[in-house]
């Protein structure tokens, strides 16, 4: 029986999948896996039977990855379980920005007592006189689950659409449109679009990617959208190019206090997968991938370890070893398994950085003395007998 504790709530149609081989817990200290969305977990300490956390969503920001990580407790997010909210709210943003729908909305609420409102519509609506997207050109930065979705709709919307993503997978571009431009370097991107749209990780390589000098290379009054990640984007930058023009707006779904407070930025409270269809989906998934790796074994969609999928064990026994990538760590485990007379039906082992995963089927169940030969090789940090 397994043990999982809700550090949120989680929608019923996740949690609805759980069997009767789980049990709930009000205590994380007696759980063996964690199921979270935005609770911080970075202050916390972990007990010893926790094997793995799943995130209900896309960032992981709020887990310390690497911590757990050297704790062996594999750490699992959803990607693109959320990814059709966030799309269409991308062009929703899209829309906003171009055609100062807020401005419009706002000003009627300061004349909706009139008795000529009427009147005063017709009069005064030209002032939010905006543009149409179709026959502009979008750059879209980063073509994953959220941005290649995107890309796509811009198309049947009759835009110009400049891709650049030098990671894309190979499944990713396969559902490209064909007539997306695709391009390996930001400036070109920032130099040909009208709109530019930010669906990147956070990494060294892109965090405050839109500064002072990304935005001078832009066009005059272009539109800048971030449904990503807050720093991908220079506050300080952002608030001086929108006060010059240079930036005609700029939508992002992460207001902070200096965002907030910008002429011309339109900041959306953090909507971009609140459906309830998103947080369906992200519960599902993430209920499933702890399932498959608790019963399992199988990693899929881990953001610390590498992903290795063994399927069903159809063998006697399975064992498996998160541990350190170190040379030579594969023979050791063959040899302290092969010590006690047991042959090996099949194997995997793949690393991710620094950190390995090594899934063993044997022909039968390992003893408690092969867990302990195994737990004392250097750089092995968690063995699970899994059947």
Sequence with gaps: MFKIHYLNKISPKGTALWTENYTLTDEARAADAMLVRSASMHEMEFSPSLLAVARAGAGVNNIPLTSCADQGIVVFNTPGANASSVVEMAL????????????????????????EIARLVEKGKGQFAGHEIRGKSLGVIGLGAVGGPLANAARSLGMTVYGCDPFISIEAAWHLDSHIIRI??????????DIITLHTPLLEDTKKMINAEAISKMKDGVIILNFARDLLVDDAAMAEALASGKVARYVTDFPNEKNAKMPGCIAIPHLGASTEESEDN?????????????????????????????????????????????????????????EENINIDGLMNKSRGEYAYTMLDLDHHPSDQVVENLKTIEGVLRVRIVK
């Design 282 to 338: 992200c519960a599902k998934m993430a209920v499933r991938e702890l399932m498959n790796y608790l019963e399992n074994g199988n990693i899929v969609n881990s953001v610390n370890y590498p992903n290795c999928d063994m399927g069903v064990c159809r063998a006697e026994g399975r064992i498996t070893l998160l541990h350190k990538n170190i040379p030579g760590s594969l023979g050791r485990f063959t040899a302290a398994i092969a």
């Design 92 to 115: 929703c943003g899209m829309l906003l920005a171009s055609r100062d729908v807020v401005g419009g909305i706002n000003w009627v609420q300061t004349i909706k007592d009139s008795s």
């Design 184 to 193: 390996n370097d930001r400036d070109t991107l920032y130099r040909e679009c």
